[in-house]
């Protein structure tokens, strides 16, 4: 809530044949930019979002963003330098909800299954980073953040295929995942752009299920109980 400061003028008054003085209270408007900047770079991800999510990437505006949070047109560019820098962030973020989003469903669950569920479900859910993500030209692929990011998605889809295949499959598991990845990428893309019938539309998680067991279906690992 933006509260309205507030000063005091003097008012000259005749009373009884005097002049008196009194102070009365004026409120004066609230200040055209508010916003305190305690972590303006999120802000800034978080109105990048919202504007991907409405119109897309190709949309986005360093100054529309600007407008949006309420800071001058210079304040995007000191933290992100142009358009294709603050894509970068959007998409390291991306990869970042994604690993935490695959292994929390690995983690809980055992089930390589699960985790091209998981997939799906973000893709659906968190659209705007999903657009971006796996647009390489938009954004900075060689960035630390993004390549520490996709590093843990890496990490967690990969050694739940090793898993998943069992001893001496090592030369296995980078085509297993491609081919997994295609399986799961193309659903979700389906699903976002409304080329599925609407019974099967209607439930992308359960559809990923019937459609991922023959692929994924292997030994289940004991889920992790200690997170």
């Given at each position: ?11 000259r008054?005749l ?6 003085d ?27 979002e ?79 980073y ?57 659903l ?40």
């Amino acid at each position: 809530m933006i509260l309205a400061a507030a000063r005091y003028v003097v008012c000259r008054h005749l009373v009884n044949g005097k002049m008196q003085d009194y102070h009365r209270s004026v409120t004066q408007p609230a200040p055209a930019h508010p916003y305190h900047h305690g972590d303006l770079r999120r802000a800034l991800l978080e109105a990048a979002e919202q504007m991907i999510r409405e119109s897309g990437p190709a949309s986005l505006s360093l100054r529309e963003i600007a407008r949006k949070v309420g800071v001058s047109h210079a304040a995007p560019a000191h933290h992100f330098k142009d358009k294709t820098g603050l894509l970068t962030a959007v998409a390291a973020e991306g990869y970042r909800r994604l690993g935490e989003s695959l292994r929390a469903a690995y983690g809980s669950t055992g089930s390589f299954l699960e985790v091209g569920v998981a997939y799906v479900r973000f893709a659906l859910a968190e659209r705007p980073y999903f657009e971006v993500m796996f647009r390489p030209d938009l954004y900075r692929r060689d960035d630390p953040e993004v390549v520490a990011a996709l590093g843990t998605v890496d990490d967690t889809v990969f050694g739940a295929i090793r898993t998943m295949l069992g001893p001496g499959q090592e030369d296995r598991v980078q085509t297993a995942g491609v081919a997994a990845w295609s399986l799961v990428h193309g659903l979700a893309m389906l699903t976002i752009n409304g080329n599925l019938p609407p019974e099967l539309a209607a439930d992308p998680e359960g559809l990923t299920r019937t459609i991922g067991a023959a692929a994924f279906r292997g030994p289940r690992r004991a889920p992790d109980t200690t997170t």
